[in-house]
């Protein structure tokens, strides 16, 4: 449900990118920059059949650098290269139907503008979700409970390295210790309360990590 929300709201950002490029480009452009933008383009009821072809590709596209995959610990450099991925796969697949398609009104420089509208709606809305999503999560929401295989000194560090990024939303439980015969064993950090913990691993999902 939550990957479909985002998904939704990342066409309807493609469509209006494709309005605002219509828009910009008849009137702002045309004011701007005659020399270049001199013509009026073609009235919008002729680019209902060019949103038809970019909201199925741009679908496509979204899905496969993985935007509605998990996330938690992706660096922002990669959010950002991934929408510039989309978009530029987006954009050059487009052109290619428009060529087959022979919608000789599509230019290339309309393209290529809404191809910029679209990347930077994209990108500050990925950014304000991962904002929103990091601050709810350092506040102990929408987290995921972590059980680490092991009572080692690598488990230890990463514990304490999961505990040193709460915007990730990584909760510890525990450790596996085999040695007590497979129970969950907890340092001076953890509160030996069972039920409390216990409710938390229904609530969320657990991940075991083997160190």
Known sequence: A??????AADLLLTAVSLLASYVLRNRALRVLWPAAFAGPLYPFSRYWIVLALVLPVFALCLV???????RRTLPLWEELWAALKAVFFGTATLALLVYAFRLTYVSRPFLFLFALIDFALLASEKLVIRSAAQRARARGLNFR?????GTGPRAVAMAQFLE???HWGFRVLGYLDDGAGGAI???GRWPNQREKLHD????????????
Request: proline share 3%; no cysteine; glycine share 8%.
């Open 2 to 7: 939550l990957a479909g929300g985002l998904m």
């Open 64 to 70: 496969a650098v993985g935007f509605y995959s998990s």
């Open 145 to 149: 409970t972590v059980v680490l295989a």
């Open 164 to 166: 040193a990024h709460p």
């Open 185 to 187: 064993t907890r340092d």
């Open 200 to 211: 938390q691993a229904i609530l969320s999902t657990s991940a075991l990590i083997f160190l």
